[in-house]
């Protein structure tokens, strides 16, 4: 896990060396390790490094492998490397390192773009050919590892964070309207390749971007999940369900212990992280460190879940470590956690993973999570509604998931969004529209999870992963998301998911390795009392924010609208019980902690 950045020429100058190096020096905290940076014709990479596997400078990036003629940046890890490293040893290649991030150059030497398809693991890289100039972006399956953009005639400049590019300056910092429609509709995500930002973009997961010598930029999608049925699961039982998920599982965990230095779990006592620590403790990990966080209560909403993950952490013997947050150490935490947003990120959990990820990176450098599951297996409430005969049509389909998903329709954009910043028509609906409407979804079911493990997941809960542990020179491991364990959910007849009120077939595996009282204890989350009843000193904030000089002269929003929020800052929810007042008040927190001006052309 590590921070990337780097410019690619376009005409005929050398990249800004000093440029590369700032936009690596802000990442800093991704990768606390190490530093490097490298040049060659048109191309500039430069490296944060978060050391995992192998410790040695033999593994230091940027790495230039003289033989192949062969540079890379890049963040992640690739599970399966030492396999591969010996089939391509087979093949001939000489290894210099006993890193993963050589293995990538042998790889793509070797197998050319579709090298990707070999690999198991989270990645977000740079590859660029010395003799041709040819430069090679990807991205990871599911999106795990972040890749941004930005461009103009004469450069293209990406990096791990978007703040990251801000930093080497020249970026169109001018509010996105369609994206800022996304985020005030769709539940705050903004769908790649947009950015809240014109003149940022993201690489989509599973995609590739080739950068030409020729000048001519070549995307490409490399993985889509399929969520059809199959042939060979027609004859399969409830119970041959159970067993494949189970396996796939057991492999996904298993797989996510390849590393140099320690491994733990964050538990919050929930189905998916208990399962994971299950299937460790089944593997082994005997003494395995656990890390449960707790808040103050507050507003009649209850901080903490410890009663659950206490009896995981005793069934299974771990070194469990419970984190209390007291409330004087939420409000300063927060300008920390909204300055490690790559993205503006709505979710309360935000700044709960900012301080577990803290206490975390004090006693490991790798963690597991349980995120993804809710999305994989369908543990959400609007996931069964949309197996009702009303969602079997198109229109059906995307009437029932917008009315349970949305936060508010194109006119109660209009209502809050000043006239300046507003987008035409109505781009959310017509995006999951688009989105439902391809083809390998059949039903309202599958339809909605491959919309949301594709989108919503990459956009909500994996980026919040991966900023908040990153923030900590922490390395987040997510087994939910392994590609081969998302492909198999992707085919199970969704009846299977939605039974047991969501996650059925997961559940019913899940008896054979943890107590049933946690799995069928009432469905819990991540709880920030604070955040969610905004008063005292998290009202200040947020008024501060939106009454500041920067946002009124900025006019996102509509100053009536602003001032009816703030006049009753807790009687607006959204349909998914987020807060309105929260949702406007942090784009305003994150536009002002990264110094964007965001005008309106």
Aim: charged share 25%; net charge negative; glycine share 10%.
């Amino acid at each position: 896990m590590c921070g990337v950045t780097g410019e690619v020429r376009l005409d005929d100058r050398v990249p800004d060396v000093a440029a590369v190096s700032a936009m690596a020096a802000v990442m800093a905290r991704r990768g606390p390790d190490a530093a490097g940076a490298w040049s060659q014709g048109r191309v500039a990479l430069g490296h944060r490094r978060l050391k995992i596997i192998d410790l040695t400078e033999a593994g230091a990036q940027p790495m230039f492998d003289a033989e192949l003629g062969l540079s890379i940046a890049w963040n992640g890890c690739i599970y399966n490397y030492k396999e591969l490293r010996r089939e391509l040893a087979g093949r001939g290649y000489r290894f210099f390192s006993h890193s993963d991030t050589e293995v990538l150059l042998k790889a793509y030497h070797r197998w050319g773009d579709d090298f990707v398809s070999h690999l198991q693991g989270m990645f977000a890289f740079a590859i660029a050919e010395r003799d041709s100039g040819r430069v090679l972006l990807g991205r990871d399956r599911l999106g795990i590892k972040p890749m941004y953009l930005t461009e103009n005639g004469h450069r293209i400049r990406f990096a791990s964070s978007l703040p990251a590019l801000l930093v080497g300056g020249g970026v169109d910092t001018r509010i996105d309207p369609v994206a800022l429609h996304h985020y005030m509709t769709f539940h705050s995500v903004v769908p790649a390749p947009l950015t809240i930002l014109r003149g940022v973009r993201k690489i989509p997961p599973g995609s590739l971007v080739a950068l030409e010598p020729d000048g001519r930029r070549v995307d490409t999608t490399y993985w889509t999940p399929d969520f059809t049925r199959r042939s060979e699961h027609s004859d399969w039982s409830e119970r041959d369900w159970e067993d494949a998920v189970l396996s796939a599982l057991r492999v996904a965990v298993e797989r996510r212990l390849v590393a140099d230095v320690p491994v733990g779990c964050l538990l919050s006592g929930g189905v998916d992280s208990s399962l994971i620590v299950g299937l460790l403790a089944e593997a082994g990990q005997h003494g395995l460190s656990t890390f449960s966080i707790g808040f103050e209560s507050a507003g009649g909403v209850e901080g903490d879940e410890f009663r659950w993950s206490d009896i995981i952490a005793e069934r299974f013997g771990t070194d469990h470590h419970q984190i209390r947050i007291g409330t004087d150490r939420m409000l300063p935490a927060l300008d920390g956690a909204i300055g490690a947003m790559s993205e503006p990120m709505v979710s309360h959990d935000c700044v709960a993973f900012y301080l577990l990820s803290q206490e975390v990176s004090r006693h490991v450098k790798v963690v597991q999570s349980g995120q993804g599951a809710d999305e994989v297996f369908a543990g959400y409430h609007w996931y069964p509604p949309m197996g009702a005969p009303a969602a079997a049509t198109l229109a059906g389909a995307v009437a029932q998931y917008r009315g349970a998903f949305f936060d508010r329709d194109a006119a109660g954009v209009r209502t809050i969004v000043a006239p300046a910043y507003l987008a035409e028509g109505d781009p959310a609906e017509q995006f999951v529209t688009e989105h439902f409407a391809r083809a390998g979804a059949e039903t309202g079911v599958d339809r909605a999870l491959r919309l949301d493990t594709t989108v919503m997941l990459v956009d909500d809960p994996v980026k919040r992963v991966d900023n908040m542990t990153m923030a900590w020179g922490l390395e987040g491991r997510v087994p939910f998301l392994d590609h081969e364990l998302v492909e198999l959910a992707a085919t199970c007849p969704p009846g299977l998911k939605t039974a047991h009120d969501g996650k059925g077939v997961l559940k019913q595996a899940a008896r054979r390795v943890i107590p049933s009282e946690v799995i069928d204890r009432p469905k819990g989350y991540f709880p920030v009392p604070a955040l969610t009843h905004l008063e005292g000193p998290y009202l200040d904030l947020v008024r501060d924010a939106l009454y500041a000089p920067i946002a009124k002269e900025r006019g996102l929003f509509n100053a009536d609208a602003v001032d009816a929020l703030l006049a009753d800052p807790n009687g607006r929810l959204t349909p998914l019980r987020g807060n309105e007042l929260w949702q406007i008040a942090l784009l305003e927190l994150w536009l002002q902690r990264h110094g964007v001006t965001g005008q309106a052309a």
